[in-house]
């Protein structure tokens, strides 16, 4: 089974760059693929810009799924969480993390300990109004969800899969993430108060929300993970086998 689509770009305030999207979906055997040419369904914003050096690129786009996925009995970690209706990656984590010496306050030395987290550094990282931006490659990729991002590549609920074959659904307040910003100060790396700009300002509190640890629950006896407009925004862990696309930077 094959199905091609493509959807016209829609523009945002300026300043942003007209963009066409085009998909392809195809079920080969056990596995569930995208293909696309990198480009949402959306216009994007201006890139280079100050917090992101690098240029916008159109590139092939591919990322295949478990097509019939089920519950490892582990839970694994993957850099890139998954893909869009739209074929575009999700990518919520960053490569970054507080170092004092670096003129831009962050750098790929993880000696810190302190990864930034994309969507509380947002404006660090020079996302646009879609909550996304590109890498060293101009690969576009989400961090966040919006109703002029994300939520344009949707059909109903559904927005995407995930790097383990289960869908990601957007559920609204509906859907409460259980994890939460700790109080109090940091004790290391930046100090100041948790505020959300670092991953490591987070932690899992069970029953806190209605999603597990990986933001995932049951929607009628099925297994979905969820897109939350809080942290972590998108699974960053993940219940099933992970796709071997995945496991690169995607």
Known sequence: MKVIFTI???????????????????KRGDQLC????????????????????????????????????????RITTAPTSGVTLTGIPIRPGTADYYDRSSPRGHSRDRSSGWNLEGMGA????GMDKAFAH?????????????KN?????????LIGYAADGFEIHYGGKGARSSWRLKSGTRPSGPGGRYDGTYVEDWEFVPGSGNLDQCN???VNGRYVYFATQTFPFFPRCFR???????????
Request: net charge positive; aromatic share 6%.
């Open 216 to 218: 995932g629950g049951k």
């Open 134 to 146: 590109v890498d060293e490659r101009g690969l576009y990729h989400y961090h966040g969800v919006t």
């Open 8 to 26: 016209a770009a829609l523009a945002l305030a300026s300043p942003a760059t007209a963009h066409s999207n085009k998909v392809s979906m195809e």
């Open 34 to 73: 995208f293909t696309s040419n990198g480009s949402p369904n959306h216009s994007i914003g201006s890139f280079p810009n100050r917090g992101n050096p690098h240029s916008f690129r159109a590139q092939t786009v591919r990322l295949c799924v478990d097509a019939t996925p089920k519950d490892s009995g």
């Open 122 to 125: 947002a404006d660090m990282l």
């Open 149 to 157: 991002g994300v939520l344009k590549a949707s059909s109903g609920t």
């Open 240 to 250: 099933g086998t992970v796709s071997a696309d995945f496991k690169g930077r995607g």
